[in-house]
């Protein structure tokens, strides 16, 4: 994984000295709180409900093993004992003191981490697939363009005051794991009939209030022109993105309003006359960047299918915890291991420090000391022998981390909701427990089979709910929390927004509900069909009644 050069040291210590010093200002009233409140965001501290709250940047989901612990003792010595991993593969301290955030600044520098870019109006965390290099149907390891354009869109002058927020998501593999669809730019590492390695690029995606999925801009874009061509499309934004209403402020809808092949020639046009020589990346550098991302001393190894077949014949536990949270991995011998952060009663996403320390070795003992963090809010260790899959479930059993629910209908999305957010209108947790509870069941969560349910506390969509095969949305109406459901929402290849099946309904009636459009699914499926599969054949009437508790 990268490494931070002089410049990327010398530029974190310097920001940790600048928030410190506007810290004491703040806490000495010199400052005041909306003077205060643009110079926090810059390094990612929020305000929320009932407390500070701090968001730490991963950029495109790699931690080493150092830094998993570093947040473990921040964890401990700074917060109550747990954090939260985003669906922005970022992690969130909830509970931080304003006159400690300067140290937890300065504890993250040390490990080159930050939370710088991760609020404001400016190119955000940069995201990625998390299996990037390890999986088997990657064409190239999206990494190292995540951190090219972590690199290039760090403080950028002309950037960093956009219209609003804005993300990026990069993806190297043929299934899109990174919802590019669901970003302002998504990347997509393709091969073109020449077998020239290069990118597709789209433009516009996004969800919140206006949910739109990203549109082709650029079919083909050779590597070496890559950082000119997303300044085009960000001085074309920056330009024309509106500013008169921040909730019509996105990229989103400036496609919308101009209209795509307005955006395309702008955007082709600016390209065009931007000195592309200076502007896109030495060769020299993007090999230094490559070469942090080299595999691993993987050892000779061949694929043991006897040796798994055993210890799954063996151990039932073993055995759904291989179907659900087991992945194939590039190297023969290695398999790809999530970690759900799920568990049955759980806030989803939440990890005690302890739990951090226990991937971080787990990470060293079993692996190379790497771990990634989805979008899912869940941990990944990318570099598992096979033979050592049944001693790391055991392992994983221990720390409480071995619930074996990974893309089953308990490994539910969900924002902190109204428990922590002072933007949700609606509870999130709760509603997530519940659902959890009533599906606990190992063997009927494995009948259901693949089944994404995503919850949002309100209609910024922190949740991705409209992404959901069931997506639920909380709102407030008449003074009472009111929950929309959608179903059909995907993230992935064949990307869709969620329709929204009927009026809202009361959070206790929620559960009951997901269960009678569970048993619709179950009763109308064909034979290996997933519900999003069956969704689109079976058609949104055929769940209408799913909001009625008399025709269940």
Request: charged fraction near 25%; include cysteine.
């Amino acid at each position: 994984m990268y490494r931070y050069d002089e410049f990327d040291h010398a530029f974190v210590q310097t920001r940790v000295a600048q928030f410190r010093e506007q810290v004491e200002a703040r806490l000495a009233g010199q400052l005041t709180e909306e003077e205060f409140r643009p110079l926090r965001l810059m390094n990612g501290l929020y305000l929320q409900l009932h407390a500070y709250m701090l968001r730490i940047a991963i950029p495109y989901g790699t931690l080493s093993a150092r830094q998993m612990r570093q947040l473990a003792f921040i964890t401990d010595r700074f917060d109550r004992g747990s954090a939260h991993f985003t669906t922005r593969q970022n992690l969130q301290l909830n509970w931080p003191k304003l006159i400690e955030t300067p140290d937890i600044l300065a504890a993250l520098a040390e490990v080159e981490m930050h939370g710088i870019q991760t609020s404001g109006n400016c190119i955000r965390n940069v995201t990625s697939d998390q299996y990037a290099g390890v999986a088997a149907d990657e064409i190239e390891d999206p990494r190292p363009t995540g951190e090219l354009i972590r690199q290039w869109s760090t403080d950028h002058p002309e950037f960093s005051f956009l219209p609003r927020k804005f993300k990026i998501a990069v993806t190297g593999a043929a299934m899109d794991r990174a919802a590019v669809a669901a970003h302002d730019i998504g990347i997509r590492v393709v091969r073109n009939d020449a077998g020239e390695v290069g990118y597709r690029i789209y433009v516009g995606g996004g969800l919140g209030r206006t949910p739109m999925l990203a549109r082709l801009v650029r079919e083909f874009l050779p590597k070496d022109d890559l950082i000119a061509y997303l300044e085009a499309i960000m001085r074309v934004y920056n330009l024309f993105g509106r500013r008169d209403n921040k909730y019509k402020a996105r990229v989103k809808i400036l496609m919308h309003e101009a209209g795509t092949e307005t955006v395309k020639r702008m955007v082709e046009e600016e390209f065009a006359r931007l000195p592309r020589a200076a502007i896109n990346v030495d060769p020299a550098e993007l090999a230094r960047i490559e070469a942090y991302f080299a595999p691993p001393a993987y050892e000779a190894l061949g694929d043991e299918p006897a040796l798994l077949a055993a210890a799954r014949q063996a151990d039932a536990g073993f055995d759904a915890f291989a179907r659900a949270n087991v992945v194939a991995h590039k190297q023969p011998g290695y398999a790809i291991v999530n970690i759900s952060l799920k568990p049955i009663g759980g806030a989803p996403g939440d990890a005690t420090s302890a739990q951090m320390r226990a991937v971080a070795d787990l990470s060293e003992r079993y692996g190379f000391g790497e771990i990634r963090v989805t979008h899912a809010q869940n941990l990944v260790l990318p570099d598992v022998r096979q033979r050592d899959l049944p001693a790391l479930y055991r392992e994983l059993l221990a720390a409480g981390l071995g619930d074996a629910n990974a893309g089953l209908i308990t490994d539910i999305i969900a924002c902190p909701g109204m428990d922590y957010c002072s933007l949700a209108t609606a509870r999130s947790i709760p509603i997530a427990k519940a659902i959890a509870q009533r599906f606990a069941n190992p063997a009927r969560q494995q009948l259901i089979g693949e089944l994404g349910i995503k919850i949002s506390g309100c209609i910024n969509a922190c949740g991705h709910h409209h992404l959901g095969g069931i997506g639920i949305l909380g709102l407030e109406k008449g003074g009472e929390e009111s929950y929309q459901i959608t179903l059909g929402g995907d993230p992935g290849n064949d990307a869709a927004i969620g329709k929204l099946l009927g009026p809202g309904l009361a959070g206790d009636d929620v559960p009951d509900a997901i269960e009678r459009i569970v048993d619709l699914y179950l009763a109308g499926r064909e034979a290996g069909e997933t519900f999003v599969a069956a969704y689109r054949r079976l058609g949104h009437d055929h769940f209408k009644g799913a909001l009625n508790a008399d025709r269940h």
